[in-house]
């Protein structure tokens, strides 16, 4: 096992890296005796980049994928064999228990997607191993975790080919399927689509349970109000959490994502009623006047 994200610095020189970090792959072909080259699949070109930052750059390809894979060409029926999924590794082990796969895992098990593939819908669907990264467990930042998150749902439900290799359908037009969302821009870059499309659970840190769109969230009030949805999924995190309830007007300043509605400042909540009664005030005295003159 290699303990350093540097190992992927010299992909030109890793064994697999040399064809799957590049567009074009050469190779000799012994039937004709000529060296060849070929346009790589774009769906099998590694992110280097994402590769160093990600949670598993410490492992080699061959940790995951068959060893087999060192030789090359590689044999057709390679691809056919199931890849180890995430609780081949992460599941009943203690060391990852805070992490909860295996309640994640039951959870997601209850989710549309399960429900509609079963076991062809698996982590690798969503996450990315190759560059996966906990942002909303270690970011400080609610924009950097909304756009992580929804960048994974997108990669699919935005995807024209992705989404109908899964399904078997065709790409709906999410501004369509969303018009009914007012300010659809800022919802999208604001919150992330798991606050309406997932069943919140208090135990996760991310629901995985997804819900089919029938019964997402459509009500306003369910995040803009004082008991806000977000506090229960997007603001739950301990990074954030302060940031979310400080009713300071820095606090809010500072918080990227304030819903109005979920968040209230006591200073500004006076200041608006005084002008409220001033104003009150000023139209009782003003009606007064009004009929004591008029008299």
Known sequence: ??????????????????????????????????????????????????????????????????????????????????????????GGDESFASYQFDKIQEEFQKSVHYQAYGDNFTCAKCHSQHTYTATARNSNSILEIVDYSNKMCLSCHNDMRRYGLVSGQENPALIDVHSWLPNQELHFKHVRCIECHTAVEDDLMVSHNIRAKEEAVRRCAECHSENSLLKASLYKYQNL????????????????????????IPILRTISLLIFFAALGGIIIHGIFRIIYKK
């Open 1 to 90: 096992m290699r303990t350093q994200a540097q190992y992927y610095d010299t992909p030109k020189e890793h064994d697999c890296l040399k064809c799957h970090s590049q567009q074009t792959y050469s190779f000799h072909n012994e039937l004709m005796g000529t060296d060849d080259k070929k346009l790589m699949n774009p769906y099998y070109i590694i992110d280097t980049l994402g590769l160093r930052e990600g949670v598993h750059k410490q492992f080699d390809c061959t940790d995951c994928h068959s060893y087999d894979y060192t030789t090359y060409p590689h044999n057709a029926n390679l691809k056919l064999e199931p890849l180890a999924t995430c609780l081949d590794c992460h």
């Open 241 to 264: 959490q302060e940031r979310a309830e400080d009713g300071s007007i820095i606090g809010v300043l500072s918080n990227e994502n304030y819903v109005i509605g979920s968040h209230q």
